[in-house]
């Protein structure tokens, strides 16, 4: 069977964020330490291994449901923003951080872009993997 559906995902994404640190594209930019991860956080990411956890993360929603885009990510790591008195309300998580991992991914090759085809409903457009990342995705064990 395949491990990516066998492990616990939180141990999995563990274990691929560490294969992921070996990879040179997949670097920490220097801003990362200092923004939130969603609008609807207090405070800006205090984990050292923030980076290639999302990372890990990203590739492994990938590599479940197919082709997968900027939006749906943001929906996917949204948070209820704690508004005070007023009831909680659901904020979208941040663009560039996703966007900049799957930038990366796709200059590891780990990922490629899929555009739309006219007149194919059939085919979502986003991102997927490639065949070398679905290679690293079964080989972490």
């Known amino acids: 069977m395949n491990p990516v559906y066998e492990l616990d995902p939180h141990e999995y994404n ?41 990372a890990a993360s990203i590739l492994r929603q990938i590599y479940r449901r197919g082709a997968v885009g900027v939006s749906r990510l943001r929906t996917k790591y949204g948070a209820k923003k704690n508004r005070g008195s007023k009831p909680e309300k659901f904020k979208k998580a941040g663009g560039k951080i996703i966007r900049t991992i799957l930038q990366q991914a796709d200059a590891a090759g780990l990922t490629e872009i899929v555009k739309p085809i006219k007149g194919v409903k059939s085919q979502k457009c986003g991102r997927r993997l490639t065949e070398k990342g679905k290679k690293l995705l079964e080989s972490i064990k």
Do not use: G
């Open 14 to 54: 563990k274990k691929l964020a560490d294969a992921l640190k070996k990879i040179p594209e997949f670097k920490v930019p220097e801003w990362a330490l200092f923004v939130k991860s969603c609008s609807a956080k207090e405070r800006p990411i205090d984990d050292e291994d923030f980076w290639y956890k999302r």
